[in-house]
């Protein structure tokens, strides 16, 4: 059943059409042709026939159908893009689908209903609102993100899902609810600000709950247990932090504007930066950058500004991800706020601060230059000085064969 499913979707999606949404194509004899969204290349090796409804790229080997291009392109699961092609071709979806997307859909449906209880509690937490306030959020960027609360309580959210007919297991598969030791349900995400994370087609998959400050005990001695300053949700099939970007579902159409993508650290500096009017902005979230995350905005970028925490800790962590962004071909640019610790601080204390700095972001080897050369040469007398000028080196080596 499934199968004619498929058949009957790709017969009314035409897959050149259907392309043409994602790629410019150029016709090529009896075919089409267009730059590979799955390897970088100056020249189209990506090939598309008509007669035969499949995709072919002569340089990186990858072919497929209009299925195997979503699932690709969009990182999608194959039950994601049956539902998601089968809305573009206005198929009806029957029952008789596989276990796996049922259990797909569970999981989207119930991160759904998460998102709007937390967002109903909001609405009734004045105390939170006005944390959110001081922080710098408008209630126009906390309505757009869904921003939303966990009370501090062992289980409102449980008790409310299994009101509405989830089981106990779906919450656990969801990642929702935690199990203790006695065998009790018990909420993941309490007494936290919830920021829900969007897939890249702008559908719940997960959430980061952020301690709310009278409920942090991490830097209480007398604590009888220790929060965490941030917790997310588990891997799922539909959450994998190495793929998902933060924002990226309302941020990708300024970025593929721009050609050029903002990096930030968090949740916080990407709301901010994006309210400030910083819009191909994105956040990678609860995880250090990775090549998943490049490949999807290089879909749509071939520069990245990183603008990370003004210290040490985020100089640190802009190098690795100059080193692995320049890795995956992008041109980098590191953006430094001299006066605020991160782009969160700086767009709180003035929108326009955002903007200033991106506009003066210097290239990766000047941003080594800054960091290791020193400024006074007389320096270069001591051992220390010499160190620093040998990793300014060993820094820039890379960039040499590139340049
Ligand atoms: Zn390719």
Known sequence: MASSTTELIKSKLDIVDFLRGYLTLQPAGKNFKALCPFHHEKSGSFSISQERQRWHCFGCGLDGDIFGF????????????????????????????????????????????????????????????????????????????????????????SMFLLNTGSSPQDLLQAGLSIKTERGLMLDRFRGRVMFPIHNHLGKVVGFTGRILPQFDTSNDPKATYVTAKYVNSPETPIFQKSKLLYGFWKSKDAIREAKSAVLVEGQMDFLMSYQSGARNVIASSGTALTSDHLRSIHRLADEVVLCFDSDAAGSDAAERAIDLAEANDFAVKVATFKDFKDAAEAAKSDPANVARTLAVAVSAPLFYFKKYLPTDMSQLQSRDGVIKLRGFFGKIKNMWRAV
Do not use: S
């Open 70 to 157: 979503v699932m690709k392109y969009e990182n999608m699961e194959f039950g994601e893009a049956l539902r998601f092609l089968a809305e573009k071709a206005g198929v009806e979806l029957k029952h008789e689908n596989p276990a796996e997307y049922r259990y797909t859909g569970l999981l989207y449906e119930l991160n759904d209903q998460a998102k709007n209880f937390y967002r109903t509690c909001l609405a009734a937490a004045p105390i939170v609102k006005k944390y959110l306030e001081e922080r710098g959020l408008t209630q126009e960027t906390i309505d757009e993100f869904e921003i939303g609360w966990a009370p501090n309580e062992p289980e409102g959210l």
